[in-house]
């Protein structure tokens, strides 16, 4: 019963005894990984939020892109395990009542141009090989050929079609959105047996000897603009798996001292309306959990277009009756830090400048950029977005974090593709702790762990020191360009 699972508020009374695992954090990492813990190895769990769910998290205004690609075959796995989490949630979880993680199946695209990228024809057919027929690569005028008259048309307004000459196509792509993604894992949760805590803040971990057994958790209420903290509850547990998103870094250096180089960096993803110049098509998408019942399945109108990677790195997905898009930079922030906005002509607006320069740079490419329902907001908060949780790799990753006695571990980093790879990384990291050995595990190798790189930098490491990671390897760092799209052109 939920009224059993979920702690909130100045009298709530956790239930006594020691947690196999305390989750810090339910984003995208923290809420599956909670579930199968749960689920898959009957561990009593309790989740400590700092907010509600889904609350003002990452999670909350990701683009939501769901797709397959990347460079490295075994990241495609764990896409792949994650996807069909997405797309058949109640079947692939095993929960008693269905539940919908909002997948909407746009189709996906990644539109390359060979010309001005040599090499990327080789590497996408390379990809598109690896994933056993899954994604095919097409040449543009081909795929735009075999469109349906009405979403020909409106590729056309997004973007110029000669700008391509192939596209990796993934007719099972699609996104979802990331509050119905987190609504559906939290009803998983509760199903399995997961406990929460609600609108607590971890704040401190408790030592003995040389292990972390346990944290010091704050209950807060909101008091007008402040938060008021209303209870104070020491919690035990054998492990503890931060998945704290942005709050990563800070959870660490508390817990053992130790650094990472992990830094945000702040991406907003504005919104195209559906002007009289844009005059986009609508169709309709089936969503829902299918196998159901036509109850729960229900057809939404929304723009007829698939969602979009393309090599310029600006992408595009279907939001209502038009679009989102984003740009991928790596400006390296405080966690702290909040958009502030930008200047176009000297008129203030909300979007900042670092994509209003791309966006003006990328412009005559792509109509839909151009025309009167790009919203440029007065100000930031007229416009969604997050902070990607950056690290050299631009790759997620789960691990163990040293000087904690084995106890803490680390779920996160998802950079700007951390949504779709979420699920399959908890996975790792459950498997991880059930002490399957590595070569049993969904991937063998480590792509998506911290054993790829140094990722735990001992304590007194300064801030360049770390920064100096995220330059280029020939200049002495290890950042491996990836952009958001996670494909690149094999090098050696
Ligand atoms: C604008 C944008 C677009 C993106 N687009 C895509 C995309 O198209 N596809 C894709 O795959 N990925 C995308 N990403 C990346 C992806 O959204 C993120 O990698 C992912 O959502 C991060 O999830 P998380 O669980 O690590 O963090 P979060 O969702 O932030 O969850 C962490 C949770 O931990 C809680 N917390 C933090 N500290 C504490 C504490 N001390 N005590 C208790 N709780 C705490 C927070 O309140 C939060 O709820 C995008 C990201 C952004 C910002």
């Not at 090599?311 to 279907?318: C, E, I, K, L, Q």
């Amino acid at each position: 019963m939920a009224a059993d699972q979920v702690f909130a508020g100045r009298d709530a009374r956790l239930p006594a005894g020691r947690w196999d695992v305390l989750v810090v954090g339910a984003g995208i990492y923290g809420l599956p990984v909670a579930f199968f813990l749960a689920r898959h190895h009957r561990a009593r769990v309790l989740v400590i939020e700092d907010n509600t769910i889904p609350g003002e998290c990452i999670t909350v205004n990701t683009g939501g892109i769901i797709r397959i690609a990347y460079s490295d075959l075994d990241v495609v796995r764990v896409a792949g395990f994650a996807r069909e989490i997405y797309r058949n949630p109640t079947a692939r979880l095993g929960v008693a009542r269905p539940v919908h993680l909002g997948f909407v199946p746009t189709r996906w695209g990644r539109f390359v141009n060979e010309d001005a990228v040599p090499g990327i024809l080789a590497e996408v057919t390379r990809i598109a090989r690896g994933t056993g027929g899954r994604l095919r690569v097409v040449p543009m005028a081909d795929y735009v050929q075999a469109l349906p008259p009405a979403r020909r048309a409106t590729l056309g307004r997004i973007m110029d079609l000669d700008d391509c000459t192939h596209v990796l196509v993934d007719d099972d792509g699609g996104f979802c959105d990331g509050g119905t993604a987190l609504t559906g894992l939290y009803e998983a949760c509760l199903d399995a047996g997961v406990c929460f805590s609600l609108y607590s803040s971890v704040r401190e971990f408790v030592r003995e000897g040389g292990r972390i057994t346990g944290v010091v958790l704050e209950r807060w209420s909101r008091r007008g603009e402040a938060r008021e903290i209303v209870a104070r509850e020491t919690v035990s547990a054998d492990r503890i798996v931060l998945a704290g998103g942005r709050g990563n870094g800070a959870l660490v250096r508390r817990a053992a001292g130790w650094e990472m180089p992990t830094f945000t960096s702040f991406h907003q993803v504005p919104f195209i309306r559906n002007s009289p110049d844009n005059d986009f098509a609508q169709t309709r998408y089936r969503v829902g959990p299918p196998g159901a019942g036509r109850r729960f399945e229900t057809d939404v109108e929304m723009i007829d277009a698939p969602t979009i990677s393309h090599w310029r790195d600006v992408y595009f997905r279907p939001e209502g009756s038009g679009l989102i898009f984003g740009t991928h930079h790596h400006l390296l922030q405080d966690d702290d830090y909040e958009p502030a906005g930008g200047t176009i002509d000297g008129v203030r607006v909300g979007l900042d400048q670092v994509m209003i320069d791309t966006l003006l740079e990328v412009m005559p490419h792509f109509p839909a950029l151009a025309s009167q329902g790009v919203n440029l907001g007065r100000t930031p908060a007229d416009i969604a977005g997050g902070a990607y949780y950056m690290n050299p790799e631009e790759l997620p990753f789960e691990g163990e974090v040293p000087g904690t006695g084995g106890t803490v571990f680390y779920a996160g980093s998802g950079c700007g593709t951390g949504f779709k790879l979420g699920p399959g990384v908890a996975w790792l990291l459950v498997e991880r702790l059930a002490g399957v050995p590595p070569a049993d595990r969904l991937i063998a190798s480590p792509a998506l762990s911290a054993e790829r790189a140094t990722y735990f930098y001992p304590p007194g490491t300064s801030r360049e020191e770390l920064l100096r990671q995220f330059r280029p390897v020939a200049e002495g760092g290890r950042l491996v360009d990836m952009g958001a799209a996670g494909i690149a052109v094999a090098r050696g």
